[in-house]
């Protein structure tokens, strides 16, 4: 290890008290943060005896460390939590949701509304679910919606709206609404989300069965349709307990460095069941599973009771979490927690060997990039430039770490006046060093161009302007512009089979940087598409800009209309500087503006 004189003798100086600790890297990165009761033992574990395959990846990239010191061991779970939040380091298991549950949403509003969302964070709000789909929350709010008149729209209107006149919204826009009657409603709804749905079954049916009677036979079969509604959502919402209580069940696997995560979920009637996250494992087994839940909790509401298998200790969850953890010893909250396992079990097996497949791939392709360039890397940047005939001439950076995108790294760049694509590629390398330089930043350990050796050579130019040293690639491409080869600084081709790792690594690099580019240069061309000549009027915002609109209805008549026309909608002054605008010698075609 590069540094091993100075960690022994902070390993010395290390106190037996709680708190966290942050490994770093030789370039002073963060790559792993870690808790401890006892911060002397903890750490020394890491550099005395032997580890793993796993843990000794982490070990040998470890160059320097740092600790923090807590009140308790409860505050270093929470510390780390944080720490673990705000510098995403690698080897660290991490809750990454690649998707999320809908929720209902009740706000607590005067004038409350339903919602289909997809975050919970707002506190002034209640949330049910999480409903097993979209297609589920969206068909029980439309039915709730048609059962309880709440407010639609997201403000307060100034006029009754068309829901108002079907009878499904109070009309709290104009109307003082009594506040028992919303409050009530509440009551209704939430009886609604946890199952209990009897009452609304019995009073449609009399309501039904009079309008029957009364041989008001449409309304009669509107009531029938909402019972048959009320059946087919509830219908989704059935689980094994009476109880009906809201419960979250964990279980895991482990095994060849990798660590599957099983979450089962029961709300108030229905059963959820998803795989949350399979990822290698570089800590120990039961900090990296605590960790995980901890983490899940920060963006998820708390259930009643929480579920988690016997062979953890769960002691700081229980002081962390604001609900019963539970771990049960029997019954059928004990088969909750193995078939949790069990699933966790399952789906690692299947998923395992697809995973161990990539990481190995981008493994070997980083090992390869090594090889070619005799150096260590780890941090690649790579650039494109994006236009159409000299216009909207932008450029996107995006960089890798260790083979994997880090978005929160990409970078993008509206530039000058378009002159040739190599003049774009100077301006774009040129602005990026020289911001490195600046604020002594981390510079790539390969900077890889979007083309040949043109591109190559006008990239070694600014660079030895700046007088900067980074080992420098280009893309080859072939006759179908796609990628085929590498090249190097020096202009010689090193080729790739097309087979290789490390080809699906670069041409993936090149797909995400060509869509990174290519994206911010439609959304400049759309916002540029869409602007109006009223823009540049000193004075219109968006309230005079609609007033305009409604009142001359087209450019046409606002160009053939006279100053005190024009100031008929607006003040005089601002009158002025429209039609002195639409009047100006570089307005020879106001008819071309299609919009106001």
Same mark, same amino acid.
């Given at each position: ?21 942050? &490994?770093?890297? %030789?370039?002073?990165?963060? *790559?792993?943060?870690? +808790?401890? @009761?006892?911060?002397?033992? /903890? !750490? ?51 809750? &990454?949701?690649? %998707?999320?549950?809908?929720? *209902?949403?009740?706000? +607590?509003? @005067?004038?409350?509304?339903? /919602? !289909? ?59 003082? *609404? ?419």
């Amino acid at each position: 290890m590069a540094n091993m004189v100075k960690i022994e003798d902070k390993l010395k100086i290390l106190p037996a008290t709680p708190g966290c600790y942050l &490994m770093k890297n %030789k370039d002073g990165e963060i *790559i792993y943060v870690g +808790k401890a @009761k006892k911060l002397k033992n /903890r !750490v020394r574990q890491y550099f005395v005896g032997a580890h793993d395959f796993k843990t000794q990846r982490l070990v040998a990239n470890i160059d320097d460390f740092e600790y923090i010191v807590t009140g308790s061991e409860k505050e270093a779970l929470l510390l780390e939590i944080n720490l673990i939040k705000k510098h995403t380091p690698p080897y660290n298991i991490m809750f &990454m949701d690649d %998707k999320t549950y809908p929720y *209902i949403k009740l706000t +607590k509003e @005067k004038a409350p509304v339903l /919602r !289909v969302v997809r975050q919970t964070k707002d506190k002034k709000a209640e949330y049910f679910g999480p409903f097993p789909d979209s297609s589920a929350a969206w068909d029980t709010m439309k039915l709730l919606n048609q059962l309880y008149p709440l407010r639609k729209c997201a403000h307060l209107q100034k006029k009754e709206c068309l829901y108002y006149h079907m009878k499904q919204c109070l009309g709290p826009c104009v109307h003082a *609404i009594d506040a028992d009657v919303y409050t009530q409603m509440a009551i209704q709804i939430r009886k609604f989300l946890n199952g209990d749905v009897k009452e609304i079954l019995a009073k449609l049916e009399q309501e039904m069965n009079e309008a029957s009677e009364n041989l008001q036979f449409e309304r009669a079969k509107e009531k029938h349709d909402l019972m048959q509604a009320i059946a087919y959502v509830t219908a989704k919402q059935q689980i094994d307990f009476k109880d009906g209580k809201d419960r979250d069940v964990f279980g895991c696997f482990v095994d060849k460095g990798y660590i599957s995560i099983q979450g089962l979920f029961l709300r108030g009637g229905k059963m959820l069941e998803r795989t949350l996250h399979i990822t290698p494992l570089y800590e120990n087994e039961e900090d990296a599973f605590l960790s995980f839940i901890l983490q899940y909790y920060e963006q998820h509401p708390l259930p009643r009771e929480l579920l988690l298998p016997q062979r953890y200790d769960v002691s700081l969850l229980q002081e962390t979490l604001d609900t019963k953890v539970m771990q049960p010893l029997r019954g059928d909250k004990l088969k909750l927690v193995e078939m949790a396992i069990a699933n966790a079990k399952n789906i690692h097996e299947q998923k395992f060997e697809l995973a161990e497949r990539k990481e190995s791939r981008k493994e070997e392709a980083m090992k390869q990039l090594c090889m070619i360039f005799q150096k260590e890397i780890h941090r690649i940047e790579i650039f494109d430039n994006s236009h159409i005939s000299g216009t909207f001439n932008v450029s996107g950076m995006v960089v890798y770490k260790d083979g994997e995108p880090s978005k929160s790294d990409y970078r993008l760049f509206k530039l000058g006046t378009y002159v040739s694509d190599l003049d774009s590629m100077k301006e774009v390398v040129y602005r990026r060093v020289t911001r490195l330089l600046k604020e002594q930043g981390r510079f790539p350990d390969l900077l890889i161009v979007d083309g040949g050796w043109l591109q190559i050579e006008a990239v070694k130019e600014i660079l030895a302007v700046l007088e900067v040293d980074i080992t420098l690639c280009g893309l080859v491409k072939d006759d179908h512009h796609r990628t085929s080869n590498l090249m190097d600084a020096e202009g010689r081709i090193i080729p790739i089979d097309r087979s290789d790792s490390l080809f699906f690594l670069l041409t993936q690099m090149q797909d995400e940087v060509h869509r990174f580019a290519i994206s911010y240069h439609r959304k400049l061309r759309t916002k540029a598409m869409t602007k109006s000549i009223l823009d540049e009027v000193e004075g219109i915002g968006e309230v005079r800009k609609k007033a305009i609109w409604k009142h001359f209805k087209s450019m046409k008549r606002l160009k053939a209309a006279t100053v005190s026309e024009i100031a008929q909608v607006v003040p005089q002054a601002v009158a002025q500087n429209i039609y002195d605008i639409l009047h100006s010698p570089n307005q020879n075609d106001a008819n071309a503006y299609d919009k106001l």
